[in-house]
């Protein structure tokens, strides 16, 4: 099993070569700003539709499906994106899940070995980001801890919203800039997660 560090754990911003090199399809800048959408009861629908496709596609070698990110989040504002996160195996072997997904129309756009072995793929006809990871990898137990603690405490839910907001009326080259810039309050809001109930 495959499972590094990451950029953002570490603190630290992609830089524009970083990002190019993860890329393995053409990126684009942002045209205008990022854009925030209220709260969608049919986000859930959604990620439940793709994770049967998955499961579909890779069967047992889908270990687990866990919808996260902040259209997990009921009442939170969130960019209308599904986030997925996908555990296989091993996220680096490549030849064990990438041609099955890859057959069900999922186009793989980002290797990152820099970012837990990460892979992410996007959807053949729903705007999803599914990220893979190796089973057992800190990253998928990160994101999780994130989503359960912005739907069981209102105030870091805000917290986290005033955040997005703020950071959406700037000005982004690149959409990860954005997630960049959100690192900061997600650790503040995580360093609670342990400290304290919600």
């Known amino acids: 099993m495959s499972c590094h560090e990451s950029r953002a754990s570490r603190g630290q911003p992609h830089t524009e070569e970083q990002i190019r090199a993860t890329r393995l399809v053409e990126l684009k800048p942002l045209v205008g700003r990022i854009v925030l959408a209220d709260y969608d009861p049919a986000w859930p629908r959604l990620f439940e539709r793709e994770a049967q496709r998955v499961r579909a596609a890779l069967g047992d070698r889908a270990l687990?499906?866990?919808?996260?990110?902040?259209?997990?989040v009921p009442g939170l504002v969130a960019k209308p994106i599904i986030d997925m996160v996908l555990a296989v195996a091993d996220s680096a072997d490549e030849p064990a899940y990438v041609p099955s997904m890859e057959a069900a129309g999922y186009v793989l756009c980002i290797r990152d070995p820099d970012d837990h072995e990460q892979r992410l793929f996007n959807g053949p006809d729903t705007n999803i980001n599914l990220h893979v990871h190796s089973h057992g990898c800190s990253e998928i137990s990160r994101m999780l801890a994130f989503r359960d603690r912005l739907r069981a405490s209102e105030a870091d839910r805000e917290r986290y919203a005033s955040a997005k907001r703020g950071l959406a009326a700037k000005d982004w080259k690149y959409t990860q800039n954005y997630a960049d810039a959100k690192t900061e309050v997600i650790a503040e809001i995580l360093k609670r997660t342990s400290a304290s109930p919600p």
């Open 64 to 72: 687990s499906i866990d919808h996260v990110g902040s259209t997990a």
